[in-house]
């Protein structure tokens, strides 16, 4: 972990994940360059979260993504960090008071990866088997496609689930592209499933950087090395999430991509034994990705009608 000889320009807030550190290092070396400073000016400073603690459940039980996200919030807005990365599918739909989405870096590939040992896709797993994971969308679609099989809590980190698999603890898992590949083990994928068959979770693939609606200075530092396509996409997908409320416990897919000055739009919201699902695509300006994302969700919300995530 980087120290500042005197006192730090910037402060990043992180996760101690292998995976989150190699985020808070790319944020790092971006604003390093642009404030022509050293990357050893910037301090990295681990905060150990709920979600880190909790091991033993999934954590839609007990309260949902933003348990990656809540102690990290709290240094934020208590002046311990100046800014804090997370990947961005792990932030709250509603960030507190005073907080900020302030910018995105490049969004790394958003697709989803099956592996197995037992089969060369989903489709080809033996009737019953065992999928690990504690994603109630992953669940949904999986189990929308193959009623089936038997899924089961898979928790840890990417490394710790994929030695989990090989021990047999489970026939198959699903994890982000993004991940695999800033971690180096994407030789570990059995198959790269389309956006098409397997839609991502809001968010996936991005890095979000949070800072202090407040910090005029950070704020101006971090808008420099802002991907603004990013962050526009991310933005039409939050406005869909937070019209459905959005939670952990939730099946909810959702993708926005650019083509210029267009947006498209793809939204989903399953039961989580994946019984009942709808789907929903939207295209238009960038500039309404707001607009666009937040009309998907009250259609969606519409053709489910009430009560279907009870």
């Known amino acids: 972990m980087a120290q500042s000889s005197g006192a730090a320009p910037l402060r990043i807030g992180t996760r101690g994940s292998p995976l989150a550190l190699v985020q808070a290092r790319t944020v790092r070396a971006r604003l390093a360059v642009a404030l022509g400073v050293n990357e050893a000016?910037?301090?990295?400073?681990?905060?150990?979260?709920?979600?880190?603690?909790?091991?033993?459940?999934?954590?839609?039980?007990?309260?949902?993504?933003g348990l990656f996200t809540k102690e990290i919030e709290e240094a934020l807005l208590d002046?311990?960090?100046?800014?804090a990365v997370h990947s961005a599918k792990d932030m709250p739909t509603v960030l507190p008071a005073g907080l900020m989405l302030a910018a995105c870096l490049e969004r790394e590939d958003p697709r989803d990866v099956f592996i197995s040992r037992k089969a060369p896709s989903l489709a080809d797993l033996p009737q019953g088997a065992t999928l690990g994971t504690t994603s109630p969308r992953r669940q949904a679609i999986a189990k929308r496609a193959r009623g089936d099989l038997r899924v089961v809590p898979l928790r840890g980190n990417v490394e710790t689930r994929l030695r989990k698999l090989a021990d047999g603890e489970v026939d198959a898992t699903i994890l982000a592209l993004a991940g695999m590949k800033?971690?180096?083990?994407?030789?570990?994928?059995?198959?790269?499933?389309?956006?098409?068959?397997?839609?991502?979770?809001?968010?996936?693939?991005?890095?979000?950087?949070?800072?202090?609606?407040?910090?005029?200075?950070?704020?101006?530092?971090?808008?420099?090395?802002?991907?603004?396509?990013?962050?526009?996409?991310?933005?039409?997908?939050?406005?869909?999430?937070?019209?459905?409320?959005?939670?952990?416990?939730?099946?909810?897919?959702?993708?926005?991509?650019?083509?210029?000055?267009?947006?498209?739009?793809?939204?989903?919201?399953?039961?989580?034994?994946?019984?009942?699902a709808h789907d929903i695509a939207g295209t238009g300006l960038r500039k309404d990705a707001i607009m666009i994302g937040g009309e998907a969700g009250r259609e969606l919300k519409a053709q489910a009608g009430p009560g279907f995530f009870d």
């Open 41 to 65: 000016a910037i301090e990295i400073v681990i905060i150990r979260t709920s979600g880190d603690a909790i091991q033993d459940r999934p954590l839609a039980e007990v309260g949902g993504k």
């Open 79 to 83: 002046g311990r960090i100046d800014l």
């Open 182 to 276: 800033r971690l180096g083990l994407v030789e570990h994928a059995t198959k790269i499933m389309s956006a098409e068959e397997f839609l991502p979770a809001v968010g996936q693939g991005a890095i979000g950087i949070e800072a202090r609606e407040d910090d005029a200075r950070t704020r101006e530092l971090l808008a420099r090395i802002d991907h603004a396509d990013t962050s526009t996409a991310l933005a039409c997908e939050r406005a869909f999430l937070a019209v459905l409320d959005g939670s952990c416990k939730t099946p909810i897919g959702g993708h926005a991509d650019l083509s210029g000055d267009t947006i498209h739009f793809r939204g989903l919201i399953a039961r989580p034994d994946g019984a009942a």
